[in-house]
């Protein structure tokens, strides 16, 4: 995303990072030499205000939360002090210094089982895991800094299954885990009967959510998702092609608070935000994860 944002000659990038996630241990040795960088956790509320106020920050997007639905299973508590008591500390130094943009990276993870798929904003929430439930609490704290006219702008993008190169396998693992093993030739473990759907949505389509929310001068909760599920089971023998194995899925036991089906109804961002997806999961993949484009983790 900053790679993206250094295209445009009028931005200023500040990156804050507590470094506790191994990705980003690995990347802020790269960072262009434009991008200020702090190493900092967001629950210091003080130091956070102090850097937002010194960078002059216009517009901020709140990437940074405790992402693995697993550990928020096995301990919520550290789930919910970083993701809720982390955001309220952001959004404080945003609102006390200026601010006028503030961008949350929500997830697919509110609606939990939907009760409607392609799921809509509108949607009643259903989540199955604490992960889920601070992504929703996140999202009202940003929605009542508007109503209160702490921020002007104030948006929650709701994302599906990110996946990329260089993703953490912390979050929407299940490609990244796929790739792990087919790069050493074993078949790819699926948990549950493989029947599961997902809206895997490409990182750089995801870039651009951000930036047009960014940019926008609006307010509210958007999918960023391509409207297009893939079951994961049909997800596994695509990468088994890509990498040319001739092998066959492992079924495992499913886990626990995992969503059965996720799909993005993109209507209202399509239309608000001008949001559409560009990339085909397949091409993205081969890009991506083939033999010549393997991920490192």
């Known amino acids: 995303m900053s790679q993206k944002l250094l295209e445009d000659p009028d931005c200023r990038i500040t990156i804050i990072d507590d470094l506790s996630n191994q990705n980003s241990k690995k990347r802020i040795n790269h ?5 200020a960088f702090y190493k900092e956790d967001i629950r210091n509320r003080q130091a956070i205000s102090d850097i937002v106020k010194r960078e002059g920050a216009h517009a901020c997007v709140h990437l940074a939360a405790k992402i693995s639905v697993v550990d928020s299973i096995r301990n919520p508590a550290e789930t919910i002090d970083v993701n809720v008591n982390g955001t309220l500390s952001v959004l404080e130094a945003c609102a006390n210094n200026g601010v006028q943009t503030f961008v949350l990276a929500s997830s697919a993870a509110v609606y939990g089982d939907a009760d409607v798929v392609p799921t809509p904003e509108e949607c009643v929430l259903h989540p199955l895991s604490p992960y889920g439930a601070t992504k929703i609490s996140g999202e009202v704290l940003v929605a009542s800094y508007k109503k209160s006219g702490k921020i002007s702008n104030a948006v929650s993008l709701r994302f599906f299954n990110a996946y990329g190169r260089g993703q953490s396998p912390e979050y929407a693992g299940v490609i990244t885990r796929f790739t792990e093993r087919l790069s050493k030739k074993q078949p ?3 948990h549950g009967d493989g029947q599961q759907t997902r809206d895997f949505i490409h990182v750089s389509d995801v870039v651009g959510g951000v930036i047009l929310a960014v940019n926008s001068e609006l307010s509210g909760e958007f999918n960023v998702g391509t409207g297009k599920p893939t079951s994961i089971d049909h997800l596994a023998r695509k990468m088994i092609r890509i990498h040319g194995l001739d092998v066959a899925p492992v079924y495992g036991a499913a886990i626990k608070g995992d969503i059965l089906h996720s799909c993005a109804d993109t209507k209202k961002s399509e239309k608000a935000l001008r949001f559409v997806a560009h990339q ?14 393997l991920v490192a983790t």
């Open 31 to 35: 960072l262009p030499p434009a991008i």
């Open 188 to 190: 790819p473990v699926i």
């Open 280 to 293: 085909d999961l397949e091409t993205a993949l081969r890009m991506s994860f083939g033999q010549r484009g």
